[in-house]
């Protein structure tokens, strides 16, 4: 089945605590295992960001769940389409918040939704996915 991407922004309604987040992260790496998405979840202040990967149908049903949790809201699609290949394969899903990655050159924070500062939303894609990457190297070069 073919592959897609998906990346949405959100209001978070939850503390900007590693708890919280890591609450979300063990229950979402082990569904995303068993669905075969992968992705990549950043929290920027108020804001979710995530991205996420395969087949639609699979993203149909984890982004049907992830709508209907009450941690956030105000969801909005940035951005979606057909993917040859997977861009973050070994991420079941990736997390950073803001104090390794900020978004802020990118993104215009309003009073209930990010603003993309950038034209095409596939720029924001990249951005998230560059980073994955060098994190990932960086804490391989750490250990
Ligand atoms: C910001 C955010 C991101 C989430 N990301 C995922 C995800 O990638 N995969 C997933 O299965 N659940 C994710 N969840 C959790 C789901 O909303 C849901 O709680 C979880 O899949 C458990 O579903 P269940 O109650 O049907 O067992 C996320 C929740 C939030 C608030």
Not at 51 to 72: F, V
Not at 89 to 107: A, C, E, K, R
Request: charged letters at 25%; a negative charge; aromatic letters at 8%.
């Amino acid at each position: 089945m073919g592959l897609e991407y998906l990346i949405y922004q959100s209001c978070a309604l939850i503390p900007d605590s590693k708890a919280a987040h890591d609450r979300i992260l063990q229950v979402s790496r082990v569904y995303n295992t068993a669905n075969n998405v992968t992705g990549f979840l950043h929290r920027e202040g108020d804001f979710f960001i995530q991205y996420l990967e395969g087949s639609h149908a699979n993203l149909a049903l984890t982004m049907a769940k992830i709508a209907a949790d009450p941690r956030h809201n105000r969801i909005v699609e940035l951005d979606c389409g057909p993917l040859p290949d997977r861009r973050l394969p070994d991420w079941q899903m990736g997390f950073v918040d803001n104090t390794q990655m900020s978004l802020h050159d990118l993104l215009e924070a309003g009073p209930n939704r990010l603003e993309l500062k950038a034209e095409d939303p596939f720029d924001l894609v990249v951005f998230m996915t560059a980073n994955a990457h060098n994190l990932r190297e960086d804490a391989t070069r750490a250990a």
